[in-house]
């Protein structure tokens, strides 16, 4: 059904959003054209603008719009502790929900042979420059508890010991607030072998 | 947390879409910026063409690029039977499901004193001209089976009445493949209430 080829481009361009399919980009596109023009207009400028002038920070691959994101130009962020995270969205959730005053350096995924992405592609020879620096001193891995999280953050702990800096890894367990009976069996386990000194 | 003017802007935009909060709209932003960069580049111009070229038709209202609408425009339509529908995902949930060949009246939305939409809100001028015009001889009631779609449908059955038109409004029943026992006690009062002769 073509009612007009401008609203199918439109339906179809919508579907390049994570987790919009057909059904929605349709709703979205006449939420759009029937009662906010002017909110669609704001979003077709602010989406041009933010393709065209943001990049990544040279130093720690989050994204920016100069050369230094904020964090990396900050006098008041202590350089000698890099906290790595696989992706910009890590960033904000450690920012909103920790007192962590370190910076950070954002892979930008995780190892992933089969995918074709090496310690090259995650910007490793970067990490390695600043860690031959000798400013950083202890490196927090906070990359995803999945199998490939886990593997790229051994691979960094090997470097970081290669260069004498110290790495520790985020812990895992039983989540706050949770209770042992809806605990899923790996992270049960998880958090029975990690178990600390009081 | 502000890495980016533009990037803010952006996931602020973001959030004008249907049922996109603030953390959907981040995640768009961040998957347009990180790996879509030309998806989202094509959706900026979509948007940006379909809102300068899309307006309304002149005669069903439906979303048109010109005056008429390719329905309206279309000679192999049946001018005599209209479908008034509330929006314009109805008019395409009757194309695709429907042998309907009549044409369309689009009302924008349904008779809703308390939120100031009445009869001209919804074009029923417009829509009384065509029934002055006596080329229209049925008007087929697919307003949704709300309160207001009711209101709505028996407004325009009034005024079709007073125009020589007839007015016949879809069924209300059983979903086709529902059972009994899981249907909701409103539909199955209006499925015994709306029983027909075999």
């Known amino acids: 059904m073509a009612f007009a080829p401008a609203l199918d481009a439109l339906i179809d361009a919508f579907r390049v959003l994570p987790g919009v399919g057909q059904k929605t980009a349709q709703r979205m596109a006449f939420h759009l054209l029937q009662s906010e023009r002017q909110g669609g207009q704001r979003l077709a400028q ?28 900050s006098s008041r962020r202590d350089a000698r502790v890099l ?8 960033v904000l959730a450690v920012e909103q929900n920790t007192d962590f005053r370190g910076r950070y ?35 927090i891995l906070a990359t995803g508890a999945t199998v490939e ?30 209770e042992l009976e809806y605990v899923d069996a790996g992270t049960l386990a998880q958090a029975f072998s990690g178990r600390r000194q009081l």
Chains 1, 2 share one sequence.
């Open 46 to 73: 602010a989406l041009g603008e933010a393709l065209e002038r943001i990049g990544h920070c040279r130093q720690c691959r989050m994204f920016a719009e100069d050369e230094l994101c904020d964090i990396c130009r």
């Open 83 to 90: 906290c790595v995270v696989e992706s910009p969205a890590d």
């Open 105 to 139: 350096f954002v892979l930008m995924g995780h190892l992933s042979p089969i995918d074709g992405i090496g310690p090259e592609e995650l910007g490793l020879d970067q990490l390695r420059e600043r860690l031959r620096d000798g400013e950083v001193k202890e490196l």
């Open 149 to 178: 999280g886990d593997a790229t953050a051994s691979y960094i702990g090997d470097l970081a010991a290669r260069h004498g800096a110290s790495a520790t890894r985020i812990a895992h367990g039983v989540p706050v607030g949770g």
